[in-house]
């Protein structure tokens, strides 16, 4: 009787508790995982609310290093460029998880695995998100992600190279799984495979069919969810800015493996294509993202070297703001001649710090002090 008390009691508290994470604003969302974690359903409910509030401002590899500054030279000291800028660091760490898959110490950006790890628990200790993307090498010529050689078909179910595909995401799952704060994994947004709709990623457009794609997906998600019982992960599905007859969905796995729609759009010092882009790209995802009720957001962005000085306030916060986005992540300072976020000294230093004060701009203590 008593062990059949507990039991009800138990079963009680789980239903209130789920029951408290929704509301008449908030409806329970259709998610990629059934058994998915509480602190997934938590991150998901954060971001909503994110999106109602203004957007959260993402960098890649934002404390791994920096103009000037690396992390493995002083492991001793979390540091941004955001954060030596305008005092806060940002509410969306990117990283990158490229070799991986080849069991290599370090990613393709020279970032080591276990400095990574730190980082990650760190941001997600303070109260950021993260996003992972995977820039994974070419599984049938060994080249890098930008070798164009076919290989999609030769990873999924009947192919040359599928156990080799099986071996590289259980590499990706033990590092996955080895992230947790206070015995709780850390919730994570998983980016594979992005931009497909363009042709310089092996499994971008013309080097695979879009069935294929679709199929890659599903396999990875049922790797990862069934195979690998990992529930702290929301999958999202991002394409590069749309060319006139390009078709959104064309790669879309279907709403049961997707749970965050997303656009990678960049500036290439052309203020008004980037803008019209925006304006058509960004309301085009969330008239989708209405339909589906799904989360959307801007997952890769920027100008290489902002030689606009004015380009946070000027260009893309007026064509970001209202627009429902989640978050927008802004891409890498890997060295002078190839960074995206402002810094110290920097052409744009006044105009991010004034982009910083902007009403819907969300950094990490705003992420922090934000209500539901």
Not at 70 to 99: C, E
Not at 148 to 155: E, L, N
Not at 251 to 260: L, Q
Not at 330 to 357: C, P, Q, T, V
């Amino acid at each position: 009787m008593k062990k059949k008390y507990v039991l009800v009691l138990c079963s009680v508290i789980a239903l209130s508790s789920c029951k408290s994470l929704y509301n008449k604003e908030y409806f329970k969302p259709d998610l990629t995982d059934d058994k998915v974690s509480l602190s997934v359903k938590k991150l998901h409910k954060k971001l909503y609310y994110t999106s109602t509030n203004g957007f959260a401002i993402g960098h890649q590899d934002a404390t791994s290093y920096g103009i000037g500054w690396n992390y493995s030279d002083n492991p001793n000291k979390i540091r941004s460029d955001v954060n030596d800028l305008v005092g806060d660091f940002p509410a969306v760490y990117g990283y990158d998880i490229g070799h991986i898959e080849l069991a290599h110490k370090a990613n393709l950006d020279d970032v080591d695995f276990d400095t990574m790890r730190k980082l990650i628990i760190e941001a997600h200790k303070n109260g950021s998100i993260i996003t992972l993307s995977w820039h994974l090498d070419n599984p049938v010529t060994g080249g890098d992600s930008w070798d164009p050689t076919s290989a999609v078909s030769s990873i999924i179910s009947g192919g040359s190279e599928k156990e080799k595909y099986n071996l590289w995401i259980s590499r990706l799952a033990q590092f996955i799984k080895s992230l947790s704060y206070k015995g709780k994994k850390i919730p994570v947004i998983f980016r594979p495979f992005h931009e497909m709709n363009g042709a310089w990623f092996w499994w971008g457009e013309s080097n695979c069919s879009a069935e294929d794609y679709k199929t890659l997906w599903k396999e990875t998600v049922h790797l990862l969810r069934d195979k690998h019982k990992l529930h702290n992960i929301m999958y999202a599905y991002s394409p590069n800015k749309l060319n006139p007859n390009d078709d959104y969905l064309k790669y879309y796995p279907g709403d049961d493996y997707v749970d965050i729609l997303g656009i990678d759009i960049y500036d290439f010092n052309n203020a008004e294509d980037y803008i019209k882009s925006l304006n058509h790209d960004l309301n085009l995802v969330r008239e989708i993202a209405k339909e589906k009720n799904k989360l959307y957001a801007f997952t890769e962005t920027g100008i290489e070297k902002i030689q606009t000085p004015n380009w946070f306030t000027e260009v893309i916060y007026p064509n970001i703001a209202n627009s429902g986005i989640a978050w927008v992540l802004f891409w890498r300072n890997a060295r002078l001649d190839h960074h995206y976020m402002s810094y110290r000294g920097h052409i744009s230093e006044e105009d991010f710090k004034k982009f910083k004060e902007l009403p819907q701009t969300l950094f990490q203590k705003d992420m922090n002090n934000l209500k539901y």
